[in-house]
């Protein structure tokens, strides 16, 4: 089974923390070299540092609720002739809250933030995928595009579009030697995991020690995930192995999702 990426170059959005850096570190160990893009120069600059192997990694400050700026930054580092063999597209996600509740201003940021600079990256580095004859756009959404999550309306619907778009990508592309899939995180140890319980504990009354516990029983490996089991997944449709997977949505969630 071929996983080696050497040779390959890799954009990782969000990747200075979380499931972003994981991916970025596995990607690195397989021998792609890494880009990092995320706003906090200071943690982009330690991620950086982090990442293994003796290639040059490197990283793009970009602000993705500023979906211009993103595009001219993406846009000066490609105009130096580099191109792009993977592209993971992560954001963190909108803020927890019922739908019925929710602001117009949320739809839209969450949007923007979400699919349009998903779309202006794509736009980007296709043109070089293309041009390569190998090319991996995955896109880290969540299994509410399988089932929706109760208190994450406006996630919920974000997230859904951008797996519509991905697959609609997915059928243009696929004649180039270029896939777009999906992978759908389940409950991960992650920062935002930790914001979304505390969010709750405060709107609900309920602790978070029993919120988790709540959590942690409708998950039947009865534990959260790490980020790096949601990285090897990442990886693994970035590479070699993964040419004829294209188009789908892959929970890594424990078994939590209740639908095939």
């Not at 979380?18 to 893009?37: R, S, Y």
């Not at 201003?105 to 041009?131: D, R, W, Y």
Request: one cysteine or more; a positive charge.
């Amino acid at each position: 089974m071929n996983l080696d990426l050497t040779g390959k170059h890799a954009f990782v959005c969000g990747s200075s923390q979380g499931i972003g850096k994981a991916a970025a570190m596995e990607l690195a160990k397989l021998g792609a070299t890494v880009t990092l893009i995320a706003r906090n120069d200071a943690r982009l600059r330690s991620a950086v540092a982090d990442l293994p192997g003796k290639i040059k990694h490197d990283y793009i400050i970009a602000d993705f609720s500023n979906p211009e700026q993103l595009r001219e930054s993406i846009g000066k580092y490609l105009s130096k002739e580099k191109i792009i063999h993977i592209l993971v597209n992560n954001t963190g996600g909108p803020a927890g809250g019922t739908i019925a509740e929710a602001h117009l201003e949320e739809f839209t940021s969450a949007f923007s933030n979400h699919l349009l600079c998903n779309h202006i990256l794509a736009q980007a580095v296709l043109p070089g995928m293309k041009l390569s004859g190998y090319g991996r756009i995955i896109n880290i959404i969540s299994t509410s595009v399988k089932q929706p999550l109760r208190g994450l309306g406006v996630s919920n619907t974000i997230r859904a579009a951008v797996a519509n778009w991905a697959k609609t990508l997915s059928m243009e592309v696929a004649p180039f030697g270029i896939t777009v899939n999906n992978v759908l995180p389940g409950a991960t140890a992650t920062q935002r995991l930790e914001s979304i319980l505390e969010s709750k504990a405060v709107k609900t009354g309920i602790t978070k020690e029993l919120l988790t516990k709540e959590m942690l029983h409708e998950i039947p490996a009865g534990r959260f995930a790490s980020t790096e089991e949601v990285a090897a997944a990442i990886a693994f449709l970035a590479t070699p192995a993964a040419a004829y997977i294209n188009g789908i949505n892959l929970p890594v969630d424990g078994g939590r999702t209740g639908n095939l």
